[in-house]
């Protein structure tokens, strides 16, 4: 509403100007000289006026922003690497703002130095070999030092050593879905392609490699703090992207290949949950969260849940018509909370066995493994995949 | 076809040559006059900007009120992808993708260079037409015909391509992935056929006419910049626009005839499809060959027709000529080597990663050897605030922002988590879209006297350049904060994420900057269409420039010049030179006995 009305005090301003333009152009119809459209001494006066002024508003825009907008911004990075990003970041930033202030400075002032006026003569300045060696060598110096830094950083992070201990999961995305599926105890994954995807083998896993034996497919990612995850992604369909914007990781799921990505987690889940800026930007959400929920409620709608943080990752490269809603909860753990988690979940062979038990409603009945609560879930589960899948084949 | 071009050794037999007399058919529709070609290609490239321009309001709506109701989606989108005035989260990226494509090719590409480049060769090169009046013509209407195309692929049933303006295989492969990859996607590669037909015979043409048709005295040396960037534009358009072309084509081939160039191991919509063996990443390689010289290709005739305006309004020569030349010529070079700065992150080798670091990031020399001759231009300058002059002045600026956080976008390491994000957006609309629109500006409010022989009202220019500027910086610069946040683009919502809530009063703000900035656009086109017929009329040398098209007669006629071409005897930028008593002494004035050459 108030943009709305934002919109035609605007829209009100252009009619009363162009009616002054009007006038303006009115009182001058006596004069009617053809180079009235050309700047006048006048007009070049004005315009270096508000050359002077936008310059200001450029510079008091940014500190605007930086001010009110600064906190939006990505703040501690949640794996190792990510302090080497955002320490180059940093810098870049530094220069980009001398730099930035420095030439509009110059540029706008020039505007409203040099302003035109019939008794002033322009500097007939054609060249100058020393200004312009000055300006191509600085840049050159100070980039080749951001490349030097960028490289290094960037051949850090992208070659994973293969003999390093690291953690195997694959990440697999489809329209519009994330899975995860971790190579369990021997640690490599099994192979996998989409022509082997059937029923709850909806990654295409090969049952018949024996490093697919102990797989484990989950549709939540966990991942332990402090050691290095080795991410291995897929895509069924189309082009995705995985972006986990904490750990300022980003790698292309590409059909047809495997891409790949490590990092080390260094706060765990529960950790960065409680650093004091992330415990006042939720603070803030959840104002806003508020705010909002009150007017649904007003509108006789639901109230929106209070939020939590937790880590993400979003599919960052369009993908569909429902690219905006692609994404699935990461989770830190300590390393031994992440073992028990991982201990917990059914591999992938179980799931198999008990997709086709249930199929066979004589002999599935009572599965015979641990009755905890969880298996049943995971049961339930495999049972509503199997039901979907018929429901699909029976469609067609 | 009479030979409407000639070089500068019998320009002066032109006159018996214009015998025929021309119907409305010959001089307004099928003209093989560039003046009047080049106000076809403005005239088209400001309609089909007026679309984009409202496409983006429309999505720029739906990203600061999502999933509100608007009567004004239901009556432009109709009940199909808008019902109850509701955006549809399909059309959303149907808008996105024809909103870049329409301003990326069809305005800044050829709405931008097929104007100038048409009207400003042959008159400042001093030829009487195009080498090829004939092919000319054909270049602009293959354009319009794309245009059509593409406008008519809006209107198909299942909606326009969706798959973002650079289609990307699998998404715009398969209609099962998305809607508008079925005929929309098909009559997408149409239109862009089409319009490569098209750009690829403007560009020949280009070079042919700079090249052989200069006027005697007019060296390589004594071009205006203008004309260097348009030359260097057009040979970067005839290198990169045939590798789009060539994928365009395996593209079709994909979709229609089942071979598998881009394609491989897919299982979509409950079956698994027969490719077999081809990869995304390749067709995102070819498609980047042209994408990327692709923003050179729209950003160089902008700097050159700044650089003419900035040094005409400043009553100085620009500084650093041939700087200005040398850095053209190393943008164009080094733009072809760059383009996997796109695919930092596309799963192709990090090694190619680090080339293209490099690469990327050398650009910035010459591209800071630019900004700063600008910058001394107007240093003791006296400058002439027309409007012109002040959108050169704010090209400067937004490509100054723009291009500063190119150097986090073409570092891999940093490139990782903003790209694809606002942060990318903030960047290139900076760089390359407004800095190329203040460029357009400034040409049309530069040479409008030339086009139409009136002037455009000059306050009514004020008025739009300054809500225009501040209008600009104020959608762009908060863009670059909710992109540092890790905000994906091309979401048709970000609800779904209770992370960015308190980015929504940004998207706000963004989104009332942009609506105001898009209904000021109104200023200028009724300044134009008004200016046309009820102008002021104009004089012949309005700016007092040096330069050889304003040594034509204001009232057009075929040949340019009614006697013979004009002879150079000097460079372009005469102004203000301390051996003469005016501040500007034009290009086909003789040197007077003694006379040295102050620059080099």
Known sequence: ?396 | MSAEAHGHDHGHDHEHEHHHKDTFITKYIFSIDHKMIAKQYLITGIIMGIIGIVMSLLFRMQLAWPEESFKIFNVLLGDKFAPDGVMANDIYLALVTIHGTIMVFFVLTAGLSGTFSNLLIPLQIGARDMASGFMNMISYWLFFLSAVVMLCSLFVEAGPASAGWTIYPPLSALPQAIPGSGTGMTLWLVSMAIFIASSLMGSLNYIVTVINLRTKGMSMTRLPLTIWTFFVTAIIGVISFPVLLSAALLLIFDRSFGTSFFLSDIYIAGEVLHYQGGSPVLFEHLFWFLGHPEVYIVILPAMGLVSEIMATNSRKPIFGYRAMIMSVLAIAFLSTIVWGHHMFISGMNPFLGSVFTFTTLLIAIPSAVKAFNWITTLWKGNLQFNPAMLFSIGMVSTFITGGLTGIILGDSTLDINVHDTYFVIAHFHLVMGISALYGMFAGIYHWFPKMYGRMLNKNLGYIHFWVTAVCAYGVFFPMHFIGLAGLPRRYYTNTNFPLFDDLQNVNVLITTFALVGGAFQLVFLYNFFSSIFYGKKAVQNPWKSTTLEWTTPVEHIHGNWPGEIPHVYRWPYDYSNPNHDVDFVPQNVPMKEGEEVLHH
């Open chain 1, 1 to 396: 509403m108030t943009s709305l009305l934002v919109i035609i005090v605007v829209v009100l301003l252009a009619v009363a100007l162009w009616q002054l333009t009007k006038i303006f152009d009115l009182t001058q119809v006596g004069s009617s000289s053809d180079d009235s459209q050309v700047a006048s001494d006048n007009d070049n006066n004005i315009q270096g006026y508000i050359m002077f002024g936008f310059l200001a508003f450029i510079y008091i825009f940014t500190i605007y922003g930086l001010l009110k907008w600064g906190n939006l911004a990505l703040h501690t990075p949640a794996s190792e690497h990510g302090l080497l990003v955002d320490n180059l970041m940093n810098i870049t930033w530094v220069l980009i703002f001398i730099v930035q202030v420095i030439t509009q400075g110059l540029l706008y002032w020039f505007s409203f130095k040099n302003r035109g006026h019939k008794d002033r003569k322009a500097l007939f300045f054609a060249d100058s070999n020393k200004l312009e060696a000055i300006w191509s060598i600085i840049p050159s110096v100070v980039l080749a030092c951001l490349i030097l830094y960028g490289l290094y950083a960037w051949n850090n992070i992208m070659f994973v050593d293969k003999d390093e201990d690291v953690v195997e999961i694959e990440l697999y995305a489809q329209q519009f879905k994330w899975t995860a599926r971790y190579a369990g105890k021997d640690n490599v994954l099994g192979k996998a392609n989409v022509r082997l995807i059937e029923g709850v083998n909806t990654l295409g896993v090969d049952m018949s490699d024996p490093n697919a034996q102990d797989d484990i497919v989950v549709t939540e990612l966990h991942i332990p703090k402090g050691k290095k995850v080795h991410f291995k992604m897929r895509s069924q369909d189309v082009l995705h992207s995985a972006y986990m914007p904490h750990f300022r990781a980003q790698m292309n799921c590409v059909p047809g290949m495997v891409t790949e990505f490590a990092f080390i987690p260094t706060y765990t889940t529960a950790e960065y949950r409680e650093l004091p800026f992330m415990v006042e930007k939720v603070a803030h959400i959840n104002k806003l969260r508020a705010e909002k929920s009150a007017e649904l409620v007003a509108k006789g709608g639901t109230a929106l849940d209070p939020y939590t943080f937790d880590y993400l990752l979003l599919c960052n490269k369009i993908c569909g018509a429902s690219h905006y809603n692609m994404q699935m909860k990461v989770v830190v753990d300590t390393p031994e909370e992440y073992k028990k988690w991982l201990s917990e979940k059914t591999t992938l062979a179980q799931d198999i066995e008990a997709a086709k038990a249930a199929e066979k409603p004589a002999e599935g009945a009572a599965p015979t493994t641990d009755t905890t609560a969880k298996v049943q879930d995971t049961v339930k589960a495999v049972i509503d995949t199997v039901k979907a899948v018929v429901a699909k084949v029976a469609m067609k």
